[in-house]
């Protein structure tokens, strides 16, 4: 049986940001230069949470729009969005690791 679209997306937008310096603070994305960039572009070297988690979908779905649904939803359906982005902006890379391994064993 397959994983469900939540769990596919959690994992992938782990494996994103699973290297440090392929995450970031702040910012969505950035590029290789630190500019800000939409976390679906190719340029995109480092992202958040929320940049990887909708990069995840987008992989997924090819569809800007319907990306950043999918990821607001998937961070909905386990917390508020405002706490993902305290985890990685304030608690920071290890934590934000911890948080996407918890969303990924609750299933």
């Known amino acids: 049986m397959s994983k469900p679209l939540k769990v596919q997306i959690v994992e992938k937008a782990r494996c994103l940001i699973e290297e440090k310096e ?5 910012t969505l994305a950035v590029d290789a230069h630190g500019n800000p960039v939409c976390p679906t572009d190719p340029m995109a070297k480092r992202r958040c949470a929320l940049g990887a988690l909708i990069a995840a979908a987008h992989d997924l779905t090819y569809n800007t729009r319907q990306a950043y649904d999918l990821a607001i939803s ?5 917390r508020a969005t405002s706490t993902l982005v305290n985890i990685n902006d304030v608690r920071g890379h290890a934590a934000v690791l911890a948080f996407l391994d918890e969303v990924i064993a609750a299933g």
């Open 22 to 26: 392929h995450w970031c603070r702040g």
């Open 74 to 78: 998937v961070v909905r359906s386990c």
